[in-house]
């Protein structure tokens, strides 16, 4: 059985190795399908968001992996986790979806990713504040 912390930092590397691919063919890839739609500008924009917000919660995903094995903090840190990657598909997958389909309904998911990070930064902060 793979340890919380591994557990945590293998979905941070893989988040992260993700994220940067997807932003680059965000700003390359997609470069020529965006500038032919109407409302290309806006998708190009969610794709960024949707980027960023992926690649800075990879990098809370490993910030929760160094908590998840400290005493007092475990039992916080891992749960925090599972909301960044949670987030990361909700949040960020809901706006690369939207960019790449136009369908606009699938925004309804996104604020759900919001509400999954907030509640990892939440159990971040308990489980700092539980450090022994």
Partial sequence: MASPERTLFV???I????????????AHGLRDFLASLPDGEARRRLWETAAHY????AVALAAAACLAGKPG???FAFPAGLCFAGGIVL???SLYAMTLTGVRALGAVTPFGGLAFIAG????AIAAFRLR
């Fill in 91 to 93: 949040f960020s997958g």
């Fill in 11 to 13: 979905a941070s590397g």
């Fill in 73 to 75: 903090a475990a039992s």
């Fill in 121 to 124: 930064w939440v159990a971040v």
């Fill in 54 to 57: 992926h690649l800075l919660h």
């Fill in 15 to 26: 988040a992260g190795a993700l994220g940067v691919a997807l932003g680059a063919f965000g």
